[in-house]
């Protein structure tokens, strides 16, 4: 740690910390308030604050504003040796008693929706793109909504029915190349949209979260921008995953 740390940021860092491990917590999972964590180490939530924001640089944990701290990243080496970050959306319906279920809802071709997502995915204002709708459930209840899009330009075909197997195995089959993805904004918002409340099995006005992610090959290549619609009361979030499906 770095010598700025100060002993009351370090007690602060080393209790939550030693949460996560004792409770067995991980990526997504919520943690205690700022204000209770201050109240238990009988310290100034300033003090909490400087230390979950030291954790947060390490990615050890995120903040989503106006909900709380989460536990970050958290990961395993497979048999190569290789990391690679726990899948949140499997991991969460297991950890349910359910089986993580993708199902293609609708797919199509149509010119990239903004300037904005063109130069996400560093591509022409009026190129092509795949756009998929994806619902993510365990077994028969639906925990998200995938509003996916890939560019036409870097896949001349793609068989759809795949990406209700595996979405990140099948792009790293049709290039050859590893995935990686970062997390680029999450917002709260109360849901209207008539097709999100009937998919997801909502009422109107349900507080949900949106995930707007940029997703890259490993020679940083971008080669989607999901918009995902998620039911945090199934669902927890993560930041930021390696690896995802």
């Known amino acids: 740690m770095s010598e700025n740390i100060t002993e009351k940021q370090k007690e602060v860092i080393e209790f939550i910390l030693n949460k996560i491990n004792e409770d067995g917590l991980t990526s997504g999972d919520k943690l205690d308030t700022e ?23 390490q990615e050890k944990i995120y903040r989503v504003k106006g909900s709380g701290i989460f536990v970050g990243s958290t990961g395993y080496s497979n048999h190569s040796g290789k990391f690679h970050a726990l899948s949140p959306f499997d991991y969460q319906a297991q950890k349910s008693g359910h089986k993580g279920v993708r199902k293609v809802i ?19 204002t009026n190129d092509q793109v795949y756009k998929i709708l994806r619902l993510m459930s365990f077994d028969d209840i639906p925990v998200s909504l995938e509003y996916i899009h890939f560019p036409v330009s870097l896949f001349s075909t793609l068989e759809f029915s795949q990406l209700e197997i595996s979405k990140y195995s099948y792009i790293e089959k049709l290039t050859g190349k590893g995935v990686q993805r970062r997390a680029q904004n999450v917002r709260a918002f109360n849901v209207r949209d008539e097709d999100q409340i009937r998919l997801l099995n909502v009422a109107e006005g349900d507080a949900l979260m949106e995930l707007h992610e940029v997703v890259y090959l490993d020679d940083g290549t971008p080669f989607e921008v999901n918009v995902a619609i998620v039911n945090t009361n199934i669902l927890h979030l993560r930041q930021i995953a390696e690896r995802g499906e």
């Open 106 to 124: 609708s797919a199509s071709i149509i010119k990239v929706p903004s300037p904005a997502m063109a130069q996400e995915l560093r591509i022409k």
């Open 35 to 57: 204000i209770a964590i201050a109240k238990t180490l009988g310290i100034t939530r300033a003090t909490v604050r400087e230390a979950t924001r030291i954790l947060i640089e």
